[in-house]
């Protein structure tokens, strides 16, 4: 039999080259984050879970430790009707505020800048510890000046020191019109005295996003991401209901939905 070396090369080199072919096709790896695109990691990548993140989902928010206003989700998560998600959702994280903020589970590094998917506005992210980063630079100019809104006071009588994206009056603050409208924008503690309750007198569709401009105003609200079904009768914490009225930012008390989300996008007509 006749050696001929240059089979041996070729077979080599073609090896290399599926090789290399099946790492391109491959989903990025979960690795650290850092300043640039960054997406989130999958619940077999990171199934960690706390207040604000958990297995392929972490919550925004328009100022660090603060109410929800939407969700950024990995590939492969699977919501309340069974769909699959089939993309990551990115976040370009130019910055963090790195505070404690009241934050009971540790979070002392709060990611912002221009949150994708459903979502697609600015935004401060729970933690950082639910990205991987993609690559540098960034896929929007939005959000580059970051949040500039002065933030009021903490639970404790305290300066906030971080900045916040918006004023809390993005939210309906018109209680003589609405009773679940704070007159302050949001229910909290050191507004309003806590939560506000209220009970589901129909079976409410609840969803994990309505939109950037609908959360942080009047805008036309997407509503999408479908998190779960709470049955009538139930009772339900309020912590703002939207500018247009349309929709109510609560949890149902003692419950989870779908991937261990608490808070959700609560239709106003389905709660009294």
């Known amino acids: 039999m006749t050696f001929r070396p240059w089979r041996v090369m070729l077979t080599a080199a073609g090896a290399a080259l599926m090789a290399l072919t099946a790492a391109l096709a491959a989903p990025p790896s979960a690795g650290a984050w850092s300043y640039g695109v960054n997406r989130v990691q999958t619940a077999a990548e990171d199934s960690h879970a706390q207040t604000g993140m ?59 800048g221009y949150a994708s998917g459903s979502f697609g506005g600015c935004a401060y992210a729970y933690g950082t510890s639910k990205f991987a980063i ?45 009773p679940l ?38 805008g036309a609200a997407a509503p999408t991401h479908y998190l779960g079904t709470v049955p009538a009768g139930q009772q339900i914490d309020v912590r703002y209901v939207t500018k247009s009225r349309a929709y109510v930012m609560a949890k149902w008390h003692g419950q989870r939905l779908t991937g261990g989300i608490a808070w959700g996008f609560f239709p106003r007509g389905c709660l009294s």
């Not at 069974?82 to 959702?89: E, I, P, R, Y």
């Not at 006071?153 to 019109?177: I, K, M, Y």
């Not at 994990?208 to 009047?218: D, P, Q, T, V, W």
Request: glycine letters at 14%.
């Open 54 to 112: 958990g297995p392929g989902w972490v919550m925004l928010t328009y100022k660090a430790n603060g109410p929800m206003v939407g969700y950024l989700f990995a590939r492969d998560f699977v919501f309340a009707d069974g769909t699959v998600k089939t993309s990551f959702d990115h976040m370009d994280i130019r910055d963090t505020g790195d505070s404690a903020a009241g934050n009971t589970d540790g979070i002392t590094r709060w990611p912002w």
């Open 134 to 178: 993609e690559r540098t630079g960034f896929m929007s100019t939005s959000c580059a000046g970051g949040p500039t809104v002065v933030g009021s006071s903490n639970a404790d009588g305290s300066p906030d020191s971080l900045r916040w994206w918006h004023s809390e009056q993005v939210f309906c603050s018109a209680s003589s019109t609405d």
């Open 181 to 218: 409208c704070s007159p302050y924008g949001v229910w909290s503690e050191n507004k309003g005295g806590g939560l506000k309750v209220t009970v589901s007198t129909t079976a409410c569709t609840v969803y994990g996003n309505i939109g950037a401009s609908a959360a942080y105003g009047s």
